[in-house]
């Protein structure tokens, strides 16, 4: 739950911080768990979640965008990812914090938690458009960084 935590909120003390207080959380409201979902993953929802509330208080705010505002982009290889075989994972890690905030976010929550575009509404409060064009925009931006990488543009 800390590496989570770490991915969102990039402070170890806050990160540990965050990790109590959704402990606290989980198991004061234990009662609610209905185990349709492993502990872990409800937890781990805790987690997050927290982790949002701490960047929202932090005034990093995630920018909301209804879905009149977006063009929705319809991207039917959502799930390649594929990159050139001489990235590697430091070099996407570090092109997905340099992303701006909405887009980061949202591929956090797909590519690495492994959430889908309901769970991530839910979890974001935008709707389920707004996380698959985000995703679609965030996925562009990362393969961009990651060519200008590769080209010798960017170290």
């Given amino acids: 739950m800390l590496i989570v935590a770490l991915r969102f909120v990039k402070d170890t003390m806050e990160a540990e911080d965050v990790v109590q207080e959704a402990f606290i959380n989980a198991f004061s409201k234990l009662e609610h768990f209905k185990a349709e979902v492993s502990f872990g ?34 991207d039917n290889n959502e799930d390649d990812w594929t990159v050139e075989d001489d990235i590697t994972v430091e070099d996407v890690k570090r092109a997905i914090e340099i992303l701006p905030d909405k887009y980061k976010f949202v591929v956090l929550l797909y590519l690495i938690e492994g959430y889908d575009h309901k769970e991530i509404a839910e979890i974001l409060n935008i709707s389920e458009i707004a996380s698959r064009t985000q995703l679609s925009r965030g996925k562009q931006k990362l393969k961009n960084a990651l060519k200008l990488k590769k080209n010798g543009t960017r170290s």
């Fill in 41 to 74: 993953a409800w937890l781990k929802r805790i987690v997050i979640n927290k982790c949002i509330d701490v960047l929202k208080s932090k005034k990093q705010r995630i920018v909301e965008l209804e879905a009149y505002h977006l063009n929705v982009i319809e």
